[in-house]
């Protein structure tokens, strides 16, 4: 198995900063791709961002680009989600995500396991 834990979520003003940590532990794979998803009340789960193995390769969804950027800690097993310029439609609890397949991935359905998921609140 496989534990995610993540950490970094709170209240951020409009137009403010916060960053999200994911540690990754337990089972380990000799590669895997790491993204971030949210939703928020009342919506279906989306995809954020996502990063390959190597940390190389990155993708995002258009409402978050050039705003929020994922990144890969030196150890591989933690993923970072800096998010600048927040909106309020930002809000939403935010969920780290592991699939031992390679590549890129950007549907919650490649994804194995799942973090708790933890709240950003965007609000002045």
């Known amino acids: 198995q496989v534990q995610l834990v993540e950490s970094g979520g709170g209240l951020a003003q409009p137009g403010g900063s916060l960053r999200l940590s994911c540690a990754a532990s337990g089972r380990t794979f000799n590669t895997f791709a790491m993204g971030w998803f949210r939703q928020a009340p009342g919506k279906e789960r989306e995809f954020v961002a996502a990063i390959s193995f190597g940390g190389t390769t990155t993708d995002y969804t258009n409402s978050v680009k050039g705003r929020f950027t994922i990144s890969k800690g030196n150890a591989k097993n933690t993923v970072y989600l800096q998010m600048n310029s927040l909106k309020p439609e930002d809000t939403a609890v935010y969920y780290c995500?592991?699939?031992?397949?390679?590549?890129?991935?950007?549907?919650?359905?490649?994804?194995?396991?799942w973090g708790q998921g933890t709240q950003v609140t965007v609000s002045s």
């Open positions: 995500a592991v699939t031992p397949r390679g590549g890129l991935r950007i549907e919650d359905s490649d994804y194995d396991y």
